[in-house]
């Protein structure tokens, strides 16, 4: 059994690491919250476009409108882009581990070829170091704002209207809980609305709506907001799950460090209490030995 002295510089050596755990459990929990607010703060917003969508692209296919938006052509698909969003930082448990296996497995599983935009550095390095092409890399702010992600839209959305990729996909963390979060692979180009049946059509036109300048134009003025917000908000849900997963792994490494101070707290009782009795056994074993 090590000894006393030992053992005491373990306890301290642990105690000093769950208070670095601790602390940031805390920091993750502030963000945590902060995060996730902005996340269901954006989800109906998100939905809604969707919806919106949906109804538009049925209209303009009751009117036989050709004149459809590039990001809602439909091609062959030879090239796909992804955009893997990933932390910056680790400790964050098995989170960035799924993203990479969902990305990794998905890269191997798509037919043709695949490139890939990076958010957050760990994603960033895990396709630079597996040999796969990465397109461009950029990072977002804890809080980022829509500006902020702007350019990241822009630029796939370029690659799609251009014919240089055929599909666009999201590759992100869903935060469904502070426990769960889900990791997701989202299409975003070319864009599917919900579909709509003809007694849905049917109520759109009952409805009477004038859309100015046309039906089409409104589309295809609208497709690249959806478009945005959905890497956006994809993005937040990718923080929201980071914090979350982060709070989460401090915790447990919180909780771990303090039972092993127990542990290793009462090993030292022990080796104190042998340590003591062999001095008493040492001291009567003496006296015996004087006496006789």
């Known amino acids: ?5 030992d053992l005491r510089d373990r306890i301290k050596s642990v105690s000093n690491t769950a208070k670095v755990t601790g602390a940031m459990q805390m920091i993750a929990a502030s963000k945590m919250t902060r995060a996730q607010n902005m996340t269901r703060d954006g989800r109906p917003y998100a939905d809604r476009i969707l919806e919106v969508l949906g109804d538009l692209a049925a209209l303009a296919a009751k009117e036989d409108d050709d ?23 680790g400790l964050a448990g098995a989170l960035v581990g799924n993203l990479q296996r969902a ?7 798509t037919e043709g070829d695949v490139s890939v935009i990076g958010v957050g550095r760990k994603g960033e390095r895990f396709i630079t ?17 829509l500006d902020d992600t702007v350019a990241i839209s822009r630029m796939l959305m370029d690659e ?9 996909v999201l590759i992100y963390a869903r935060f469904v809980n502070t426990a769960v979060q889900t990791v997701t692979v989202q299409q975003l180009l070319p864009v599917e609305p919900p579909q709509r049946g003809e007694g849905d059509v049917e109520k759109l036109e009952q409805l009477d709506y004038i859309y100015e300048p046309s039906i089409s134009e409104v589309l295809a003025s609208l497709v690249p907001r959806y478009v945005e917000t959905e890497v956006y908000h994809g993005i937040l849900e990718a923080i929201a799950s980071e914090h979350s997963a982060r709070m989460i792994a401090m915790q447990n490494a919180t909780d771990n460090a303090n039972e092993i101070v ?5 090993d030292m009782n022990k080796a104190r209490q042998e340590s003591i009795t062999a001095e008493l056994l040492d001291i009567v074993g003496g006296v015996a030995a004087l006496e006789g």
């Open 67 to 89: 004149s459809v938006t590039d990001l809602l052509r439909v091609r062959p698909v030879k090239k796909t882009l992804a955009i893997l969003v990933t932390p910056d930082r």
């Open 160 to 168: 799609y209207s251009s014919q240089r990729v055929d599909r666009v």
């Open 129 to 145: 170091r597996t040999g796969n092409d990465l397109m461009a890399a950029f990072s977002v702010p804890d809080r980022p704002r």
């Open 262 to 266: 127990e542990e290793l707290t009462l």
């Open 1 to 5: 059994m090590p000894s006393t002295k």
């Open 103 to 109: 990305a990794g497995v998905f890269i191997q599983e």
